[in-house]
């Protein structure tokens, strides 16, 4: 379905996105993540055909879509992380607005925003003003402008950025829901959301490919990586543990007065032993030790360390304003606050 094949992007001296390749098939929900800075939202953009890239190629069904960047554009449905909402509106106005953007029919349109609303959960605020909604409602209302034009491809950008626990649940739910019929990617730095409605991931690093594959594949590619959290009071805790033979990285924090510590380490041997140990030869106050099992945080740790947040450690380091528009016949019409993009 949609094929990225050694693309480039730079921005003066930054490369934003480095010789990157992956596919991402149809039907399938694959999780976009990187540190910031990693090149997620200049590679969404590109798919989109609101960037273009500086080398190689991005297809659909093998077909490069600069080739036909507005046939491409009405295959994509585009939730950018700052979803640009007219406030002033009501929602089935806005909706209608969007519609008309994007070219519909009247009973493509009708269609469209009835079958959007159904699925997003809208009824309840269809004729409430946006500028009235929460947050929750208008990353509904955003994910509705989004397929309400029933695109084959859906790029969601940080689609809970700023929920609260209770909003990111709902909208996970709801993504798990739209990914039964369209190919989606989803970037998002939430673990429990990939775990949840991913089947794949795919990791980018400084702007290159860290990994693809599933959630299984990667969690088996930690096989024997284990972490083990210790929190104690005492002198020279941390160099102590991280000294440790097995331990191949750590991090440490301050706790009330006391210091915790997370090991990452290899190998068959559980180091609880040593390290309680260690903790009664040098007198320390241990108030906490446990083992935990490889996860999804663990791997991502592992795959972006060495590789930062891109060249200059932006936010995907385009100096652009985010995405935010829907283009009807190659013609850019712009949301609020937004200079390019694509809806």
Not at 62 to 79: F, H, N, Q, S, W
Not at 232 to 259: I, K, M, N, P, Y
Request: proline content about 4%; charged content about 25%; aromatic content about 4%.
């Amino acid at each position: 379905m949609i094929s990225v094949e050694g693309v480039t992007k730079r921005y003066g001296e930054v490369t934003a996105v480095d010789d990157l390749s992956f596919t991402v098939d149809r039907g399938e929900v694959v999780g976009f993540l990187g540190p910031n800075g990693a090149g997620k939202t200049t590679t969404m953009r590109m798919i989109t055909g609101t960037l273009q890239p500086d080398e190689g190629v991005v297809l659909f069904d093998g077909v490069p879509i600069a080739d036909d960047l507005t046939e491409a554009k009405r295959r994509v449905g585009y939730l950018p992380e700052a979803n640009p909402l007219y406030e002033e509106m009501l929602v089935a106005e806005y909706l209608e607005h969007v519609a008309e953007l994007r070219g519909l029919t009247l009973e493509e349109a009708q269609s469209g925003i009835a079958d959007a609303v159904d699925e997003t959960g809208l009824s309840e605020v269809f004729y409430r003003p946006i500028a009235e909604c929460s947050k929750g409602y208008r990353q509904r209302i955003g994910l509705a402008g989004a397929i309400l034009h029933k695109p084959e491809v859906l790029i969601l950008d940080e689609p809970t950025e700023g929920l609260d626990p209770n909003q990111r649940v709902e909208i996970r739910r709801l993504v798990g829901s739209l990914g039964r019929e369209r190919t989606v990617l989803l970037s998002t730095h939430v673990m429990q959301e990939v775990e949840a409605t991913c089947s794949r991931l795919v990791i980018l690093s400084g702007g290159r490919l860290a990994a693809d594959g599933s959630v299984e594949e990667l969690l088996a590619s930690l096989s024997g990586a284990v972490r083990y959290v210790v929190e104690a009071v005492g002198t020279g805790v941390v160099d102590a543990l991280a000294g440790l033979s097995g331990v191949s990285g750590h991090a440490s924090e301050q706790v009330d007065g006391r210091v915790r510590v997370m090991l990452d380490a290899q190998g068959e041997e559980d180091l609880r032993p040593r390290i309680f140990e260690l903790a009664r030869d040098r007198n320390w106050t241990l108030w906490e030790l446990h083992r935990e099992r490889a996860s999804l945080e663990q791997v991502f740790r592992n795959l972006t360390a060495n590789g930062g947040g891109g060249s200059d450690g932006s936010q995907d380091a385009d100096p652009r304003p985010d995405a935010g528009s829907v283009t009807d016949g190659g013609t850019a019409r712009h949301g609020p606050d937004q200079s390019e993009g694509d809806a």
